[in-house]
Structures are given as C-alpha cells and as structure tokens.
C-alpha cells in the first residue's frame, strides 16, 4: 500500500482463519533444561514419605515437638501492692529505717544530738506505723535547725522558732499516743537550747489561761482544760514575760 486510506485486502474466500485458542498457539516455549526433566527421579513413596516425616519428627526441638496447648495463667491486678499503707510495713522495719536516717545526719551541736537520742527514744515506743510516720515527719522537721539560723538577727531567729514550732505541733494535731507528752516536752527544751533569749514551753494538760493561751480554731469556748496546743508558750528568760501567747485547743 502506498497511500494511507488503503484498506487490507480481506482474506479470500474458503481460506480458513488462523484460531487463536489452538494448542499451536496457546503453548508457550520450553524452559532451558526441560529436555533433561524427562530423566528425573520418580516421586517418592508412601513409605518413603513416612519415613522423612519420621525423621523430621524425631529431630525437632522440645519446644516445638511438643507446644504448650495451656497459657500461663494471667496475673491477677495486685490490689494489695498498690494500695501498700504505712500499716502495711512490720513496725521493726519501719522504726529501723527512720531511726537509720536519723543517725546518719552529721549533728555537731550538743542539743540536737541529744533532741536527736530522745527522738529514737519515742520512736521504739510507737507499734502504729501510721502514728510512727506523722512524729517522724514532725521531729524530722527540726534536724538539723541550729546551722540554718546562725545569719540571723535575734528577732529572725525567734520569729522562725515560733513558726517551726507551730508547724510541728499542726502535723501532730490529732495524733494520739503514750509518749505524745514527752515528745512536746523534748521539743520545747530543744527550742530553747537553740533561741538565744527566749523560752519555748508545753502546756497541754494545763488549765487554760487567757494571760498565756489563745483558742485556736475548733476549741470549745466553755472549756478549762487544754486538750492539744497548736504553739508553743514562750516567754522571754532575762524577764520571764511572755512574749507569744500558745495557740492550744480547749
């Protein structure tokens, strides 16, 4: 054809045409090699084929011989491990760590090694961990203070007294225990021993006096007996005047 509208010229007639779906046509080209696959081994056997099964059986790990059809049981949730209280804890343990860390502060002043001993002391007494932790975080408050005051004007080193010795009674408001009186008394000496003119005094169990005690919040207005001080009486040493009423509980 030499132009391009020219149509092929169709097939003549009774010339058969070519099928694409023969098996002429429809198989494709041998792979290199496959002349040889006529020289192959036959398939194995039956028994054969037991044996290799055999063979891989007999060889294989324990793990994979023989799986585990039962998973491990799932863990309960430990409520009890993360609910752990203070009561929780066997009170010699408890008693022991805290007096632990206690002896391992480098004191060199006389008055807090000794408010220190007398701090073990009340510790040993207390069975209730809940109680035994509130007096330890209550005195532990106090140790070291002497060193932390030494830059201080007389009135500062008052002012800070008064303020640590209100903040450790509040932490023991409530608190209950046989040596509660010995501890307040402990307490107040070593206040003392640390201010340069003043005196810090317990009063609990006292008859209430408005010359030397304030109601605190929660107190009964009718009530003469003071059942728990919020701060402590202090009164100066050259005058014995007082100089900060206690703030007590009626």
Known sequence: MSESNELFPFPAVGEPEPKSNSPASSELPAFPGAEDQATEEPPLSNDEL????????????????TPETELPPMPLPNTAATAV??????ANTLQQ????????????????IEARNQFCEILKTISDNRVLIKVWG???????????????????????LI????????????????????LLK???R??????????FIQMEGETFNPQYHERALGSMP??????????????SRSSNQVVKTALVIT
Not at 50 to 65: G, H, M, S
């Open 50 to 65: 037991r044996k290799i099964r055999r063979l891989l059986t007999d060889n294989q790990p324990e793990a994979v011989k």
């Open 85 to 90: 209280k203070a009561e929780t804890i066997p």
């Open 97 to 112: 760590q805290l007096i632990a860390h206690w002896e391992s502060l480098n004191l060199t002043e006389t008055c807090e």
């Open 138 to 160: 209550a005195a532990n408050s106090l140790l070291p203070v002497k060193s932390n005051l030494r830059h201080g004007t007389p009135e500062q080193k008052l002012f800070a």
């Open 163 to 182: 303020t640590l010795g209100e903040r450790f009674l509040q932490m023991l408001s409530g608190v209950s225990f046989g040596e509660r009186k010995r």
């Open 186 to 188: 402990t307490t107040a």
């Open 190 to 199: 070593y206040l003392s021993e640390v201010s340069e003119n003043c005196s």
């Open 222 to 235: 009718s009530g003469k007996s003071i059942r728990e001080m919020h701060g402590f009486l202090v009164t």
